[in-house]
């Protein structure tokens, strides 16, 4: 089986979906592996570290002539520049990667009209045997821990608390909104930071992890019966519900030096927490990351990939926070993609087994149909019952 591995053509995106420490495990699996030439220089992966594993280099239209195809983005995930792949994409030939096929449900039907199979790593399921092939969770460890050190940049005060000739300086407060994977790795690292760390998720089982790493857990009185799904993702709140937390929050926000928020959905617009009269209630000087402005943000002012300044906040809306550590955000994507291609290979042949609860909950495509239900359902086609 040949593997290829293209060069990342999404704008900014430095990435690459495959690292030189993968290509021993894939061989002894009979996978060989072909890389488009610099695809994994930007995070410092360079060609001849590939070719030492006994990895080929190529073109990207040798790339695409391969078996299975590994990306940080696919179509779904770089709409512009992907649909220049289309072409070169072929009947019978595997696709796994990051799609966003719940929000962009249109690009996994250009996928299936070329007879390609394709996986989404977006839809990996919370199970205990595809921990090791969460994409997800891998990449927004990155972001988590990024956000906190461009809060940390932006802010004009240090985080620590120090004692000096001059005087006692206070440690900096931060607020960490979402307690999902990017949301403790934020906490986490801002308290390594010395910072009095905050942190709230509308999931009440989370508080034991927030308090675990050394924050105060932020209890608002909403209802919080059923806000988790059976995956453990944060359920999508009522207008009410949002309402109510946004009132309670206020105080909270003000009191901040900076807010981290990381608060998604998924396939959904993110909820919308932090509004601009809460912004207008932060001191001069404090900072905002809000992960999610490409999900629609959860700060009412944010902009993706824009700075905002509003009565003196700054506000930082990163979309691609893991490409801003690409060597090690590489690193560990890499891991994910050997596993679940590995997972997916029995005796140097790629099986797809429809019994099997990771394999097929991530398709998506095959047979040059859509199959996934939630994108079917996405794209308002009626769904087959089983």
Do not use: W
């Amino acid at each position: 089986m040949l593997v290829g591995v293209p060069a990342e053509t999404y704008p900014g995106e430095t990435r690459v979906a495959l690292t030189p420490a993968a290509l021993p495990s894939l061989e002894k699996a009979g996978i060989e592996v072909l890389v488009e030439r610099d695809a994994g220089l930007s995070a410092g992966f360079p060609d001849d570290e590939y070719t030492a594993k006994n990895g080929r280099t190529g073109t990207r239209d040798d790339v695409f002539a391969a078996d299975v195809v590994l990306q940080v983005r696919t179509l779904g995930q770089n709409l512009e520049r992907g649909r220049e792949d289309l072409d070169r994409m072929r009947k019978g030939q595997v696709l796994i990667g990051f799609s966003d096929p719940l929000a962009h449900p249109e690009a996994a039907r250009d996928i299936a009209a070329r007879g390609v199979t394709s996986f989404s790593i977006e839809l990996m399921p919370r199970i205990t045997r595809a921990q090791s092939m969460d994409g997800l969770s891998s990449q927004a460890t990155v972001g988590g821990y990024k956000a906190v050190l461009l809060a940390a940049e932006a802010l004009p005060k240090m985080f620590p608390m120090m004692t000096t000739a001059a005087g006692t300086i206070a440690p900096a407060r931060v607020l960490v909104i979402g307690a999902g994977v990017a949301g403790l790795q934020a906490i986490a690292t801002a308290r390594r930071l010395g910072a009095v760390v905050e942190g709230y998720d509308v999931r009440p089982a989370v508080k034991e992890q927030v308090e675990s790493l050394g924050a105060k857990f932020v209890e608002l009185d909403l209802e919080t019966a059923d806000t988790e799904t059976a995956g453990g993702y944060a359920k999508e709140m009522g207008e009410e519900q949002l309402r109510r937390q946004r009132e309670q929050m206020a105080r909270v926000v003000a009191a901040s030096d900076a807010v981290i928020t990381t608060a998604q959905v998924q396939g959904k617009k993110a909820p919308m927490i932090v509004t601009a009269d809460m912004v207008g209630g932060m001191a001069p000087g404090s900072v905002i990351v809000d992960m999610a402005a490409g999900q629609g943000g959860n700060c009412e002012l944010s902009q993706p990939d824009q700075e905002v300044v509003e009565r003196g906040v700054r506000i930082y809306g990163p979309t691609n926070l893991p490409a801003q550590a690409p060597f090690h955000a590489s690193q560990m994507y890499s891991k994910n993609l050997q596993n679940f291609l590995l997972h997916l290979v029995k005796e140097g042949e790629l099986v797809i087994d429809p019994e099997d609860e990771i394999a097929d909950g991530t398709i998506v495509t095959r047979g040059g149909e859509v199959v996934c239900a939630r994108v079917l359902e996405a794209l308002g086609e009626e769904v087959a019952a089983t």
